[in-house]
């Protein structure tokens, strides 16, 4: 059961486990231009799933995949998604000097949230977790965060990236 804030709420798609082929995805640049996810096949793909850039938790995120980007290698991307409005996320990322990460929008299709069982219901944003993909589109690693308001564990995510590079 995912909470948050302590109560229950309603996750919605199908979530991925470890061994599934990773579901291809489009979503939105911060310049509004379609972002598609079969652009970093071939490569480990580390994607960090946010409800909000503009909380707490989620800025924190977001910027400890930045600055540990570095840590990962040339053939790894880092994907932070979100709901929050493609303008909205420009200005976090130019404010937090985000440049080694790709943040990328959900909120118009919910086409990766649903495929990857990332929805809450109630609010129409996504729920907090991680899903790292090799470079044959296999799903190694997932973490769906039981309260929406916790942290990932970023040290497991990043041990499970580097066993692929």
Sequence with gaps: ???????????????????????????????????????????????????????????????????????????????????????????????ENIDKVHVVSDYKDLDFGMKYGFVIDEFRLLTRGIVVIDESDKVTYVEYVDEVTDAVNFDKAIEAVKKLV
């Design 1 to 95: 059961m995912t909470t948050f804030g302590g109560n229950p709420v309603t996750i919605s798609g199908k979530q991925i486990q470890v061994g599934d082929v990773a579901p291809d995805f489009k979503a939105l640049n911060n310049d509004l231009s379609e972002f598609n996810s079969q652009d970093y096949k071939g490569s480990v793909r580390l994607i960090s799933v946010v409800p909000s850039l503009d909380t707490g938790v989620c800025s924190i995120q977001t910027k400890t995949f930045e600055d540990r980007v570095v840590e990962l290698g040339d053939n790894v991307h880092v994907i932070t998604i979100s709901n929050d409005l493609p303008f909205a996320q420009a200005r976090f990322c130019q404010a």
